[in-house]
């Protein structure tokens, strides 16, 4: 039983934290596999997670569902579950002043648009129903005051030229997602937003 309480009080195993973060065995997996949240292995080979990093990962993920006024308006479009929550942890966990949306494929992207235009898109590519291709098309045409489009991709680059690839101007990575590059990125929009160049 104090064994039992001792577990209880210092670490999680997989299961308890998937139940606690509420989300699926293999995301915590994922996550763990991704250095998002830091895990041992027992001698018999299970996995266990140190209970203050799953809360404090619990309170990064009630913080990031709370929508700020004022600040960047970032747009991610990913039709995979466990990437958007990637996205969704690590840009809290940066802390940085922005504002993040999340849209599982390319028709749901546009809808968020037409609530409001964000000054930063970031999508993937390859996506059932409207993919990132058709869905930039159609930002490009029909919404001119959008902001910065960044690609993050699995697609190889020949694979995106032979579906008609993107225009030029749109930065296009590789997946995994990098997050460093987009932190990068965010920082200098922020920082531009702070203090905008003046005309000569």
Do not use: C
Not at 55 to 79: F, I, N, T, W, Y
Request: proline share 6%; no cysteine.
């Amino acid at each position: 039983m104090a064994k039992r309480h001792d577990q209880a009080r210092d670490f999680y195993t997989t299961r308890e934290a998937a139940k606690v973060l509420g989300v699926s065995l293999t995301t915590v997996q994922l996550w763990v596999e991704a250095g998002i949240l830091p895990a041992w292995k027992t001698p018999g080979g299970h996995r266990r997670l140190a209970r203050d990093a799953v809360d404090r990962l619990q309170r990064e993920q009630q913080s990031a569902k709370q929508p700020a006024l004022g600040r960047l308006k970032v747009l991610v479009v990913e039709d995979e579950p466990v990437q958007r929550e990637l996205y969704r942890l690590q840009f809290a966990r940066w802390g940085l002043n922005l504002d993040l949306r999340l849209a599982e494929n390319g028709f749901d992207g546009l809808i968020q648009v037409g609530r409001e235009v964000p000054d930063l898109v970031i999508t993937d590519l390859d996506m059932p129903g409207m993919d990132g291709f058709q869905m930039i098309r159609h930002l490009f045409r029909q919404v001119p005051g959008i902001g910065k489009v960044v690609v993050v991709s699995a697609l190889s680059p020949e694979e995106i030229r032979a579906r008609g690839g993107v225009p030029e101007q749109i930065p296009v990575y590789a997946k995994p997602v990098p997050f460093a590059a987009l932190r990068k990125l965010i920082e200098q929009e922020l920082t531009e937003r702070a203090f905008p160049r003046r005309a000569s």
